[in-house]
């Protein structure tokens, strides 16, 4: 049974994904209730698209799925913390190894 979670108005709460091996960021992207369901039930992330409006399992379509090894809540309960193995080179979908690859620095003020 799932915790008491605090999801938004639109039922979602954040997900943070992070590798379990290295400790990288390596995305974030929003679950809802029956997308957190699957993700606990299968060992895999699943998500809901804002954009799309429908479920996906990471790595549906580029192999590069996550494996989940943890998952934790926050002390005010609306945010996520997925511990994965993540499976093949690239966590975003830029093919980048994390999403997290751009900086902000003072200079570009």
Request: aromatic share 10%; net charge neutral.
């Amino acid at each position: 049974m799932l915790p008491k979670l605090k999801y938004d108005d639109k039922g979602l709460i954040p997900a943070i994904i992070q590798d379990i091996e290295n400790g990288d960021l390596l995305m974030m992207a929003y679950m809802n209730e029956a997308s957190l369901k699957m993700t606990v039930e299968t060992g895999f992330t699943h998500f809901w698209s804002r954009s799309r409006q429908k479920f996906w399992k990471k790595g549906e379509t580029s192999g590069n799925v996550q494996e989940v090894k943890s998952i934790f809540y926050d002390c005010d309960e609306d945010t996520l913390l997925v511990k994965v193995k993540q499976h093949g080179p690239a966590a975003c979908h830029t093919g980048s190894r994390t999403c997290f690859f751009r900086e902000i620095k003072k200079e570009d003020k």
